[in-house]
């Protein structure tokens, strides 16, 4: 998943719902995910040189912002694992469970919701306040 021209941040968007299984089996919306002050979205998956390159300071990062200010967080990895298998879901428990996620890992079997989000590229954030509209 890679973009040359990422779009430009659209600054109060709502979020888009989504239903989508995590590596721990259950179903996640994003009800689910969201924090009292806000909600931090990941698309992130296992190979990419980026992810693999900035996944300790994300989990760090992410752990400050669910403890010390009430952001809620998720991951969702959007790749086709059929062309990408080390992005299948044994491999993101093992990922997950060797860098201590402290936040829900979703698979988007589909890419609908990474078009829905218009995720261009991997990892790719999108911060949103308590209203659940876009901050970054």
Same mark, same amino acid.
Request: aromatic content about 12%; proline content about 7%; glycine content about 8%.
């Given at each position: 998943?890679?973009?040359? @021209? #990422?779009?430009?941040? *659209?600054?109060?968007?709502?979020?888009? $719902?989504?239903?989508?299984? &995590?590596? $721990?089996? +259950?179903?996640?919306?994003?009800?689910? /995910?969201?924090?009292? %002050?806000?909600?931090?979205?990941?698309?992130?998956?296992?190979?990419?040189?980026?992810? %693999? &390159?900035?996944?300790? +300071?994300? =989990? +760090?990062? /992410?752990?400050?912002?669910?403890?010390?200010?009430?952001?809620?967080?998720?991951?969702?990895? #959007? @790749? $086709?694992?059929i062309a990408?298998?080390?992005?299948?879901?044994?491999?993101?428990? *093992?990922?997950?469970?060797?860098? %201590?996620?402290?936040? #829900?890992?979703?698979?988007?079997?589909?890419?609908?919701?990474? *078009?829905?989000w218009e995720? =261009?590229?991997? #990892?790719?954030?999108?911060?949103? @306040?308590?209203?659940?509209?876009?901050?970054?």
């Amino acid at each position: 998943m890679v973009a040359l @021209n #990422p779009p430009l941040c *659209r600054f109060g968007w709502p979020a888009v $719902d989504f239903i989508l299984p &995590g590596i $721990d089996g +259950r179903l996640y919306r994003l009800a689910d /995910v969201r924090g009292p %002050r806000g909600l931090l979205v990941m698309f992130l998956c296992n190979h990419c040189p980026y992810v %693999r &390159g900035a996944i300790e +300071r994300i =989990v +760090r990062d /992410v752990g400050e912002l669910q403890q010390e200010h009430g952001i809620g967080a998720v991951a969702i990895m #959007p @790749n $086709d694992t059929i062309a990408y298998p080390e992005d299948d879901v044994a491999h993101m428990r *093992r990922f997950a469970a060797e860098h %201590r996620f402290t936040f #829900p890992y979703l698979i988007d079997e589909t890419q609908e919701t990474a *078009r829905a989000w218009e995720a =261009v590229c991997t #990892p790719d954030f999108f911060g949103f @306040n308590a209203d659940l509209t876009l901050q970054y």
